[in-house]
Each structure stands twice: as structure tokens, then as C-alpha cells.
């Protein structure tokens, strides 16, 4: 991103860290040996086809995740819908639905634990019309796997330019999802370079790669110390959990890391414990008892049994929760960092079918869990300062878009193109300007047609990004500099 995007990013980091208070040195899981582990959130990137499902369907094989019962039973419906080199990407594409659902943010949800991490692993599919997904998936995101696809071609197709125009095509996801992972707030990536076996292992070919893709991903706001690049096979196991096994793999890939060993170098992010509770929701459903439970990742603050906790939007009148559960298992005790469900039963104490205010059905992706003290707030319009991506024909006020920010989704428009900034000091180059075109930093004041909860980015980091789309191309990236209604 731009260097004032990066500045205020790095700020913000700091100043959360501040306010952290230390609670987070509290690990939430340990591993087999009782080693504290940290929350992870891992979102696996790239363009369609990549071997994003295949590579994490053979870790989780490797990890011994899959029972020998269910490898079977992937690689025979696999290969009966005549899709056998699919088998290890069903491990997670197919996912029996049990339980009623309101909303789910299609990702693909697994967990498993690394060296140093209890992961939760994101698994966002690769196909454009998909990128909605990936962006909900990428915005409760720690870290990233991005696969590209190391086949002769495969590469270049990813990392293909868009053509310009209105009816031009857009670029490679490999390009798009490196970008929106950046600006929806992911600094730690790891590039796997996969299927390089079609290559015969070539390592000019993964330097290649690597020489082409670096530029990019420094440009778009990475740091080359943020970044790991590793080969690796999904359907061929090689490289996931110990060093490679064919020798014109093993000939020159002598000391670097395989995937769990790059999963493990990641820093831990600091949990904002001590801010607010928010927590956006990506699934309601009714538990077997009748109680609404809700599904997300805790961006801030803490919750106990007991909390109180109204939903925004939602109804008024506040819920108490009845249970929580933490990476799958029960607990006391869930804070920010943690993927969560917490059961509500009514603030008034509710019986075991309490909380039935909450209509699964009418829960939007995107409204946010909080304390009743310190409600979010539905925004309706704000000021976001953005950088422009590669739009086909330039911006203009009244420019109608789909905004994403978190996990939620709102149609909106344009109205108002308050300035061109300086990307390196944020100084005014000229005040409303009647376009906005590739490239340029501007400020911006948008409008959503129903509201979105949104937070100001110096206030509140995770809430405070938001990507305009349109036609399956994202137009802007930015942050949000002020709530106005
Ligand atoms: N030869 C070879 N084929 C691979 C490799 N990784 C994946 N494939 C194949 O590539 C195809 C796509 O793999 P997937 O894992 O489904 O790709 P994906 O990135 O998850 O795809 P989307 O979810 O649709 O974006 C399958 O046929 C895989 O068997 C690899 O390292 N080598």
C-alpha cells in the first residue's frame, strides 16, 4: 500500500500493542506436550486452481486430521464424479451441512495445531466471482498462505495484468487477492510456489517466479522481511511437513522451510483485549437445545458466561451469554484473537430455549457482536482515504459499489471526491478533483445504502478498512478517516 497507508498502519500497531495490557500473554490452547499455543488465523490465498484445497487437505492428511476412512471415502467420490485429482481438495470443499443455518460466510473453517499456533485455517476459494468470500475470509485473517501456481503458464495466468476499458478483463486473483490482503490488514505472508513438479522441480523457474512476483508484493505494501517463499506440492505431499522427498526438489531446496515450519515463523498477533468488544458475525444457527448461537472472530475485547452483549444491527434489548466455545471445545473465557460461538439466551435470563428475539434468518453477515456500554455504531456515511487500483474507466462521484469492510457486505455509491493526497506525506495535491484515476491516493466520502458497522482505522483497526468493488473488479482499497452519519 502506500506509504502513508503503511505508516498509519504501523501506528495503529503500535499503539494497540500499547493498549493490550499484557492479558494477552495468556495463551488459549496448548499442545500435546502442554505448550502454550497462540491463536493463529490463516487464510489460504491464490487464483483459481492454484492447489490452494489440494495442498491444505494433504497437510491436514499429514497432520493426521483425516481419518483413513474419510481419505477413502474423498478419493472414491472423487474419482466416481471423475475428478480424482480432486480427491485431496474435497477434504475441505465438501462439508456436510448439520446443523440449521441463518448466514454463513462461505470459507471453509478448519482447525489444527502447528509447533507454536492452534490454527484456524481459512480456506477462500480462488475463482473471481468468489473474491466477496475471500474478502471476508482474509479480514479475520493473522497471516496468509498465498499458492501460486508454478506449472509453465500457470504463473502468468495468475499474475496476468487486466486489460483496460469497461469491457476489459480483470487481472489474476494472484494479484487482486495479494492487494486486498494487504489492505484488509495482512502484513505476514508465506508464497508457496506449487506444482513445480510439471517442471521437473526446476529451480529457475521458482526464482523466476519469485524475481517477477517480489516487485509486486513490495509494491503493494509487503515487506520483503514480511514474506517467505517455499515450494510445495499438495497432491504429491512434498514439502508440507518435513523436507522434500524427490531428489530435483531436495537437489536445491536443502534448507528452507516446508509448510508448517513456515506456518510456525509467523509473529503471533497482539490481542486488542482491552478495547470494546466487537466481534462480526459469520454464522447463526440454532444449537439442538433452541439457543441462537453466534459464529465469528472476537477482533476486540473479551466475554465470559454472564457478558452482556447487544447485536448491531439487532434488536435493542440486550443477551446474556449462556455458553461459549473456543476452537471447537467449551470454555470460561473467549478475547480478542479467538474464533468463537457464543450461545445467548435473553438479557432477563432467558430458559434454554431463551433468545428467541434473534431470528437466525435475519441476522446479516456483518453485524457485530458488543458490549451494551459500548455499542458499535451503523454508519451510513463516511470519509475513506484510498489508493485506486486498476479501474477500467476512471471514478467519478456518483460511482456505484459494493462495499466490504470485515465480514459485511453493503451496496453503496460515491458522493463526494474530496481531494488527491500525496501517498508520501498525505498532503492535499488538489482539493475535489473530478475523477480518480489508477494509482492515485484520494480522499473519498461514500455513502451505504442501509449502514455498515464501521470504526474509525485510528480507533479500531479491524473495523476500519473497506474495499469498493464493482462488476468483479476491486476498484479502491482504503481506510476509514471519518464517520460522518
Ligand atoms: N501436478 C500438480 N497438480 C496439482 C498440484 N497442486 C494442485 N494440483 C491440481 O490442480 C487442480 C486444482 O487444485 P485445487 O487444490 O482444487 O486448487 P484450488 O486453488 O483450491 O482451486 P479453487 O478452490 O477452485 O480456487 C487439481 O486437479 C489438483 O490435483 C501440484 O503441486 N502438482
Known amino acids: 500500500m502506500e506509504a502513508d497507508l503503511e505508516r498509519e498502519v504501523e501506528a495503529a ?68 464424479a471423475g475428478k480424482g485429482s480432486f480427491a485431496w481438495a474435497w477434504v475441505l470443499d465438501e462439508r456436510p451441512e448439520e446443523r440449521e443455518r441463518g448466514v454463513t460466510v462461505d470459507v471453509a473453517m478448519t482447525r489444527f495445531n502447528t509447533r507454536r499456533f492452534a490454527v484456524t485455517l481459512l480456506d477462500a476459494p480462488g475463482h473471481r466471482d468468489f473474491v466477496p468470500n475471500m474478502i471476508a475470509g482474509a ?104 523436507p522434500p522427498q524427490d531428489p530435483n526438489l531436495a537437489a536445491w531446496w536443502t534448507s528452507g522451510p516446508h509448510v508448517v515450519g513456515a506456518i510456525d515463523a509467523f509473529n503471533p ?28 472472530k472476537v477482533e476486540g475485547g473479551a466475554l465470559k458466561p454472564g457478558s452482556k452483549v447487544v447485536l448491531v444491527p439487532g434488536p435493542s434489548q440486550p443477551f446474556s451469554v449462556r455458553s461459549l466455545e473456543a476452537s471447537g471445545s467449551p470454555t470460561h473465557l473467549v478475547r480478542a484473537g479467538d474464533s468463537v ?44 482515504r484510498v489508493v485506486v487500483l486498476d479501474v477500467p474507466v476512471p471514478l467519478l462521484r456518483g460511482h456505484v459499489v459494493t462495499l466490504h469492510a470485515h465480514v459485511a457486505r453493503e451496496e453503496g455509491h460515491i458522493t463526494a471526491l474530496l481531494a488527491t493526497l500525496d501517498p508520501r506525506t498525505g498532503d492535499v495535491i488538489k482539493s475535489r478533483p473530478r475523477c480518480l484515476t489508477k494509482g492515485q491516493t484520494a480522499l473519498v466520502e461514500v455513502t451505504a445504502v442501509r449502514g455498515l458497522v464501521l470504526e474509525e482505522y485510528a480507533d479500531y483497526r479491524a473495523l476500519g478498512r473497506v474495499a469498493l468493488r464493482e462488476g468483479g473488479r476491486t476498484l479502491a482499497v482504503g481506510i476509514v478517516t471519518r464517520l460522518l452519519e
Not at 495482512?186 to 529451480?203: C, N, P, R, W
Open 13 to 80: 500497531a503500535v499503539a494497540e500493542a500499547a493498549a493490550s495490557n499484557n492479558v494477552d500473554s495468556i495463551p488459549s490452547a496448548s499442545s500435546s506436550s502442554g505448550v502454550p499455543l497462540s491463536p493463529l488465523h490463516l487464510v489460504v490465498l491464490g487464483h483459481v486452481d492454484a492447489g490452494k484445497s489440494s495442498l491444505m487437505g494433504r497437510l491436514l492428511h499429514e497432520l493426521g486430521l483425516v481419518s483413513a476412512r474419510d481419505d477413502h471415502k474423498f478419493q472414491r467420490d472423487a474419482a466416481a
Open 139 to 242: 479480514a479475520q485473517a493473522d497471516a496468509a498462505l498465498l499458492l501460486v501456481d508454478g506449472s509453465p503458464g500457470g504463473f502468468e495466468a495468475g499474475f496476468s495484468e487486466g486489460t483496460g476499458g469497461l469491457h476489459g478483463t480483470p487481472g489474476g486473483q494472484t494479484r487482486e487477492h495479494a492487494v486486498l490482503a494487504r489492505s484488509l490488514g495482512i502484513e505476514q505472508m508465506a508464497v508457496v510456489i506449487s506444482k513445480l513438479d510439471t517442471v521437473g522441480y526446476d529451480k529457475a523457474r521458482f526464482d523466476t517466479i519469485r524475481a517477477a512476483l517480489l516487485p509486486y508484493l513490495k509494491s503493494v505494501g509487503f515487506k520483503e522481511s514480511s514474506l517467505q517463499w517455499l515450494p510445495a506440492s499438495g497432491p504429491l505431499g512434498e514439502n508440507l511437513v518435513g
Open 269 to 296: 498477533r497482539e490481542r486488542a483485549t482491552s478495547k470494546p468488544l466487537r466481534m462480526p458475525i459469520t454464522d447463526v444457527f440454532k444449537s439442538k437445545t433452541g439457543a441462537i448461537v453466534l459464529g465469528g
Open 341 to 384: 460461538e457464543v450461545a445467548l439466551v435473553a438479557g432477563h435470563g432467558g430458559g434454554a430455549g431463551g433468545g428467541g428475539a434473534i431470528d437466525p434468518s435475519n441476522v446479516a453477515a456483518g453485524a457485530v457482536l458488543c458490549h451494551p456500554d459500548f455499542p458499535a455504531v451503523l454508519v451510513t456515511r463516511f470519509e475513506l
